[in-house]
T-cell receptor, first 115, second 113 residues
Framework: ETGVTQTPRHLVMGMTNKKSLKCEQHLGHNAMYWYKQSAKKPLELMFVYNFKEQTENNSVPSRFSPECPNSSHLFLHLHTLQPEDSALYLC??????????????FGPGTRLTVT | AQSVTQPDIHITVSEGASLELRCNYSYGATPYLFWYVQSPGQGLQLLLKYFSGDTLVQGIKGFEAEFKRSQSSFNLRKPSVHWSDAAEYFCAVVGTGGFKTIFGAGTRLFVKA
């Protein structure tokens, strides 16, 4: 596998379910991100991880819970979601800092539908 | 605060015609600027970037962009559009200290035959 992978690609879940999205980067980057992309809305940055430490949480509801066990893997745990949480969830990684290029590499996304 | 504005929500061009997508940014220092493209149902892909040096940068798929400090702009251009260029295009700037890329709202490009 190369680049950034995300699983699953599609997910349908009820409002009472618990599920997790997985992201893996094979690029050796030091930063990983979760974005939410809804129809007709700008890309929303949700979480930023720098060397496995969360450095940003953009006022995301607690029903979204990120986890970064190492610098290559990122999870987004979902529970008791609302229909308005239906969106494309994108994971990205980048190399930041003095040796970084700052360009973001995106996975293909998980299309989430909450019923 | 840093921000990126893409004034055109969508643009339609004929195949073979030239294209210019506009981007204006707000940033206190010399910015790192990017253009990304997103095809339907896919993640974003980097087209080109500007860090310093020559203000006209070349990217993939025949795209180029010009950095104009006096206008705080970084417009994307292509001399001849192909039907496969139909997608959404995002301008972005790296925020202070890195670790946060700020994206514009995107411009959706439609290509007509």
């Amino acid at each position: 596998e190369t680049g950034v992978t995300q699983t699953p690609r599609h997910l349908v879940m009820g409002m009472t379910n618990k599920k997790s999205l997985k992201c893996e980067q094979h690029l050796g980057h030091n930063a990983m991100y979760w974005y939410k992309q809804s129809a007709k809305k700008p890309l929303e940055l949700m979480f930023v991880y720098n060397f496995k430490e969360q450095t940003e949480n953009n006022s995301v509801p607690s029903r979204f819970s990120p986890e970064c066990p190492n610098s290559s893997h990122l999870f987004l745990h979902l529970h008791t979601l609302q229909p308005e949480d239906s969106a494309l969830y994108l994971c990205a990684s980048s190399q930041e800092g003095t040796s970084g290029s700052y360009e973001q590499y995106f996975g293909p996304g998980t299309r989430l539908t909450v019923t | 605060a840093q921000s990126v504005t893409q004034p055109d929500i969508h643009i339609t061009v004929s195949e073979g015609a030239s294209l210019e997508l506009r981007c204006n940014y707000s940033y206190g220092a010399t910015p790192y600027l990017f253009w990304y493209v997103q095809s339907p149902g896919q993640g974003l892909q980097l087209l080109l970037k500007y860090f310093s040096g020559d203000t006209l940068v070349q990217g993939i798929k025949g795209f180029e962009a010009e950095f104009k400090r006096s206008q705080s702009s970084f417009n994307l251009r292509k001399p001849s559009v192909h039907w496969s260029d139909a997608a959404e295009y995002f301008c972005a700037v790296v925020g202070t200290g890195g670790f946060k890329t700020i994206f514009g709202a995107g411009t959706r490009l439609f290509v007509k035959a």
